[in-house]
């Protein structure tokens, strides 16, 4: 994969880590520094950001790669994904879904905002990208990020369709959903969260070189190194074809 870079800006989800007033043992390690201690969501693809949560500025700046951002793309609205841009200071375009374009107006008036529309490429810091809206909960749909054939972005899964596999097989890296491990995350008996376990099932079959898991929360509980060897051993039980990894703040590809 030496024809395009990602380097994971934040690697959280809504709840931060370490959580305030919490002694568990994800949050022991946490408070330690390292794999656990983490933002909002970000990435960078070449000179895209994908998703910018709370902290993804103060990250690009320290790391001296806020030059190396030439436009923002936002998957949804949630916080965790958005509010990075409350404070953010680069003057590029930041791209939103167009039924989002009035909230995100609302929510950030001196942005200067682009619509993209899902099933219809278009250009974006000198990347083809196709959206693919994808189920995330009753009140909200998401959309899955496609660069070519290197990446596929879809964090925040509520439901993977035979379709979304066909949109998404192929790819070089696919990121996806880390927030649940086991069993999908629900409110009122409706799922807002594939846990990973059922992501890697209904992905099996997909041609990938790399799948790595992002968007981790206080939800798991299991500190990174130890969730990187169940994943591994699950995984390796059951023959799969590409190699899995887990994200964390710094990460380069």
Same mark, same amino acid.
């Given at each position: ?49 994908? !998703?910018?949560?709370? &902290?993804? /500025? ?9 030059? *190396?951002?030439? %436009?923002?793309? $936002?998957?949804?609205?949630?916080? !965790?994904?958005?509010? &990075?841009? /409350? ?9 939103? *879904?167009?039924? %989002?374009?009035? $909230? ?150």
């Amino acid at each position: 994969m030496k024809d395009f870079r990602v380097i994971f800006i934040g690697t959280g989800g809504l709840d931060s880590v370490p959580k305030p007033n919490c002694n568990c043992r994800l949050c022991q390690v946490a408070r330690k520094g390292g794999k656990d201690d983490r933002i909002q969501m970000g990435t960078l693809f070449n000179n895209v950001l994908i !998703d910018c949560g709370i &902290g993804v /500025l103060q990250h690009l700046k320290a790391w001296r790669l806020e030059k *190396e951002v030439e %436009a923002v793309i $936002i998957s949804h609205p949630h916080k !965790d994904h958005s509010f &990075g841009l /409350l404070d953010f200071s680069l003057k590029v375009p930041v791209f939103v *879904e167009r039924s %989002a374009y009035s $909230i995100m107006r609302k929510l950030f008036p001196r942005l200067d905002l682009r619509v993209y529309w899902p099933n219809k490429e278009f250009s974006i810091a000198g990347e083809k990208c196709l959206a693919k809206t994808i189920y995330h909960s009753v009140t909200q749909f998401n959309h899955i990020l496609k660069f070519g054939n290197q990446l596929a972005y879809s964090v925040d899964i509520g439901k993977i369709t035979p379709d979304t596999v066909t949109f998404v097989n192929n790819v070089k890296l696919f990121i996806g959903d880390g927030f649940s491990v086991y069993k999908d995350f629900e409110i009122q008996n409706l799922k807002m969260h594939l846990s990973m376990i059922n992501q890697l099932k209904e992905l099996k079959k997909c041609k990938f070189d790399l799948f790595i898991f992002t968007g981790f929360g206080h939800h798991t509980k299991i500190p990174h190194e130890d969730l990187e060897l169940l994943i591994s051993r699950w995984a390796g039980e059951r023959n799969f074809k590409y190699q899995i990894e887990l994200a964390f703040d710094g990460l380069a590809i």
